[in-house]
């Protein structure tokens, strides 16, 4: 079992940055791949952002030049970096772990908010 834990979220301006973290119960390189996914109202839950263990990414092309995904070694998180925040990004950014086919983990969510 894996509990996840998101922080970092909040209400920024249109074109502001936030950083999220997500911590791990248990050590991050024993994790096939850790990811960033968001759900906004009414809408299903997608992926923005992902890394496996060997630390190759990928993104969502809504984000791409815009997020980065990282490891804090020292910390055992995963961080999302966001900068030039868009409203459309609003939504609640969950992080997700999977080991092998089927082991699949999630956190409890964070809301972001890009509003003036």
């Known amino acids: 079992q894996v509990q996840l834990v998101e922080s970092g979220g909040g209400l920024v301006q249109p074109g502001g940055s936030l950083r999220l973290s997500c911590a791990a119960s248990?050590?991050?390189?024993?994790?096939?791949?850790m990811a960033w996914y968001r759900q906004a109202p009414g809408k299903q839950r997608v992926l923005v952002a992902r890394?496996?263990?060997?630390?190759?990414?990928n993104y969502a092309d809504s984000v791409k030049g815009r997020f980065t995904i990282s490891r804090d070694n020292a910390k055992n998180t995963v961080d999302l970096q966001m900068n030039s925040l868009k409203p459309e990004d609003t939504a609640v950014y969950y992080c997700n772990a999977q080991i092998g086919a089927v082991e699949k983990y999630w956190g409890q969510g964070t809301q972001v908010t890009v509003s003036s």
């Open positions: 890394m496996t263990v060997g630390g190759n990414t």
């Open positions: 248990t050590n991050i390189f024993s994790i096939d791949f």
